[in-house]
């Protein structure tokens, strides 16, 4: 049993990161390579010692559109005879395709040569007459699907027959080792400069309009509570199906409108995301909804305390009240309370935070995992 691993992007954001910690962990005699198209994501696998291999990859959106569908259809094509390649080449017998679009290229290889195909769901699908033909595509040729969270199972099941792949939940790992509680802890007092923290891609869902208007209202009662918003715009092409870059500008806007540029710093991409979570008082996840939520993870790893949408898998990571809070996206009014509830009552906050690190070691090991996964590939694997 061997496993070619498949990315349609050579960017790196949360389920890049996800899918570099599984690699990270999975014995070297089973990982034969990483398919993807240049950039961050291949030169941080041959960083790990991973062999890279090229893919045409596709950015193109899960929207119809007169032009850019037919010319995902064709890249697609090709990175699919790029994969059966691949797969020759390297001796692998399965195929983990880390998103739907490389889960399209590697159902293409499939069909050119006998592999096991495993399909990583990791994305909320808009729910649209594309997206449901794509899930039945990828359905009906892999031999198993993994969801990284009940809500996106679900979302995914939608519409789907009972003869469609085994459907697998498995969370996302965290480094434990770099996302660890004993970090050190910021020297000023809480009370009197509180920081606020996001960390994520910069993209229209994520919510940081509902961090940025919940600073405001928190700022009448803590009035020099400041925002660090971590990340930048990763998607961006012309057919992407979210303007991104727009909305950056956007929140430069609101910044300026609510009067809070001395309160707001964009710091863009940061590799000291571990220390950054632990200077913190509060991480935030206001996204309008979240297939899992990293950041919460990783946040509950530290033992930062972490308010995150009500919308998405963050709801089943955390127990409300108990390893973190929970609020409705879009919502300012409610981010500002619950971020006040945390930031008033210090001791509550540090035992929930140490509860949500507790929890964390025993959920979202890389160990726990890899094993999972182990098992997912064993019921992939086609017969010698």
């Not at 998103?99 to 909320?124: E, I, K, T």
């Not at 940081?208 to 971590?230: F, K, S, Y």
């Not at 590939?377 to 010698?384: K, N």
């Amino acid at each position: 049993m061997r496993v070619l691993f498949v990315n349609h992007t050579g960017i790196v954001s949360g389920a890049e990161h996800s899918l570099l910690t599984l690699m990270g962990g999975l014995s070297p005699a089973l990982l034969v390579g990483l398919a993807c198209p240049g950039g961050r994501l291949a030169q941080l696998a041959r960083e790990q010692g991973i062999e890279t291999l090229p893919l045409r990859g596709t950015a193109g959106s899960l929207r119809l559109h007169p032009w850019h569908t037919p010319l995902a259809v064709a890249e697609l094509a090709v990175s699919g005879v790029q994969v059966a390649r691949a797969a020759r080449r390297t001796g692998a017998s399965i195929v983990h395709a880390n998103s739907l679009r490389a889960g399209l290229a590697a159902a293409f290889a499939c069909r050119l040569q006998p592999l096991g195909l495993v399909v990583h769901v990791r994305d909320c699908l808009p729910d649209s007459n594309s997206t449901r033909m794509i899930r039945r595509l990828v359905a009906g040729e892999a031999d198993q699907v993994v969801a990284i969270s009940e809500y996106v199972a679900e979302r995914f099941r939608s519409g789907l027959s009972h003869r469609d792949a085994p459907l697998r939940i498995i969370e996302n790992p965290v480094d434990l080792d770099r996302f660890r509680a004993e970090l050190p802890r910021p020297s000023f007092s809480r009370s009197r400069e509180p920081l606020l923290a996001m960390v994520g891609q910069i993209s229209c869902w994520k919510g940081h309009d509902t961090a940025i208007r919940a600073l405001r209202d928190l700022r009448r009662h803590h009035p020099h509570a400041r925002l660090l918003i971590v990340g930048e715009v990763k998607f961006a092409d012309a057919n992407t199906r979210l303007d991104n870059r727009g909305y950056l500008a956007e929140l430069h806007r609101l910044v300026r409108e609510l009067g809070l540029g001395e309160a707001v710093e964009f710091a863009g991409e940061r590799e000291d995301i571990p220390q950054i979570m632990a200077r913190a008082d509060v991480v935030l996840v206001p996204s309008v909804e979240e297939p899992f939520g990293r950041s919460v993870a990783e946040a509950m790893a530290v033992g930062t305390p972490v308010i995150a949408t009500t919308v998405g898998g963050p709801a089943e990571l955390i127990e409300d009240g108990v390893t973190g809070l929970l609020a409705p996206p879009g919502e300012p009014a409610a981010w500002s309370e619950a971020i006040g509830r945390i930031l008033d009552n210090p001791e509550w906050a540090l035992q929930m935070g140490r509860g949500a690190s507790d929890v964390a070691q025993r959920r979202f090991a890389v160990e726990r995992h890899v094993a999972s996964m182990m098992e997912v590939y064993e019921t992939a694997c086609p017969p010698a």
